[in-house]
């Protein structure tokens, strides 16, 4: 069982950066491969990126590559999402999910997710 806490959503301006961090409870979190996803106003919940449970492999999301970067710390049971030069469509609210293979994460079907949190870009 794994119980995840995203923090670190906000209102920035456009062009201006977050990080978005990701808290794992357990003491399995360093065999989860996680994600991160967002699901804008109106719209579809959609995959952002990956990151497998060493962190040697990492996926993107078309829309975000360049921009966000994805990392984690297995000492701290956390993921991170470091989101720069943001744009207004980025607004969403950003979940972080955890599961037994990235491909399943990337997928949308992971095991765990978290509650979500809100950011803001006004243009």
């Known amino acids: 069982q794994v119980q995840l806490v995203e923090s670190g959503g906000g209102l920035v301006q456009a062009g201006g950066s977050l990080r978005l961090s990701c808290a794992a409870s357990g003491r399995t979190f360093s065999s989860y491969d996680m994600g991160w996803f967002r699901q804008g106003p109106g719209k579809e919940r959609e995959f952002v990126a990956a990151?497998?449970?060493?962190?040697?492999?990492?996926r993107y999301a078309d829309s975000v590559k360049g921009r966000f970067t994805i990392s984690r710390d297995n000492a701290r049971n956390t993921m991170y999402l470091q989101m720069n030069t943001l744009k207004p469509e980025d607004t969403a609210v950003y979940y972080c999910a955890a599961g037994t293979d990235i491909r399943t994460v990337v997928g949308g079907s992971s095991n765990y997710w978290g509650v979500g949190t809100q950011v803001t870009v006004s243009s």
């Open positions: 990151i497998s449970w060493s962190g040697a492999v990492t």
